[in-house]
């Protein structure tokens, strides 16, 4: 009997891996805008704000990011850098820069992900907010209440410019729960690739 293709057997493996997870339905993993306004951290101008980071870590699930919410105070010449980082206790590294919405007046601004991104479970994150080195001027509001979700495992804190800050600054994180397909399905369609590739390998051989 012929032995099975290589490329179709990688094929067939590939098939099982894309069928053991899948997304469905955004959640909101963690925020504070239902909370009243307050003080918030100024950009732009004469003011020294560099970067201003949240940071979090998941929970026992994970989410493929969709979107970032900020409560800003803006106008249409404004243009943020709002990336995300990883790292335990600080940002460390750089995971993706967020694409900006078009903005024009005070309230809440979506910035979503260029590409696919994972946040894994039982990992810290960090939301970075930072000037982008024009002269716009506006301010990221703040929201009484700590951000907290039912997907994240502990919130841990802010930082201004490297250093701890008592600030609350309003935002959201928004992510789809990836969700593992039961095993015996995916058993099912590796049992059904190779059946075919064995019948194959028959045929050949009678021919």
């Known amino acids: 009997m012929i032995p099975f293709p290589t490329n179709l ?6 098939a099982v891996a894309l069928t053991t997870a899948s ?18 951290t100024a950009f732009g101008g004469i003011s020294t704000t560099v970067t201003k980071d949240a940071g979090w870590t998941m929970g026992s699930d994970s989410f493929a990011l969709s979107a970032v ?19 335990a206790g600080a940002p460390t590294s750089s ?69 701890p800050s008592s600030f609350l600054n309003g935002f959201a994180v928004e992510g789809d729960p990836i969700t593992p397909v039961p095993l015996p399905a995916s058993l099912l369609l590796l049992g059904s690739g190779l059946a075919v590739l064995r019948l194959r390998g ?6």
Request: charged letters at 10%.
């Open 69 to 87: 919410i900020l409560d800003l105070e803006t106008d249409a010449g404004m243009a943020p850098l709002v990336s995300i980082w990883s790292g």
């Open 202 to 207: 028959r045929r050949k051989d009678r021919a």
């Open 9 to 14: 057997l990688r094929a067939a493996a590939v």
């Open 95 to 163: 995971l993706m820069t967020l694409v900006n919405p078009t903005f024009g007046g005070d309230g809440l601004y979506s910035f979503t992900p260029s590409s696919a991104l994972t946040l894994n479970a039982a990992t810290s994150y960090w939301l970075r907010v930072a000037v982008d080195g024009s002269s716009s001027q506006w301010l990221w509001s703040g929201r009484f209440g700590t951000p907290a979700g039912a997907s994240i495992s502990s919130f841990d804190g802010y930082l201004f410019n490297g250093s």
């Open 23 to 40: 997304t469905a339905g955004a959640a909101t993993l963690l925020s504070n805008l239902g909370g009243a306004g307050t003080a918030g």
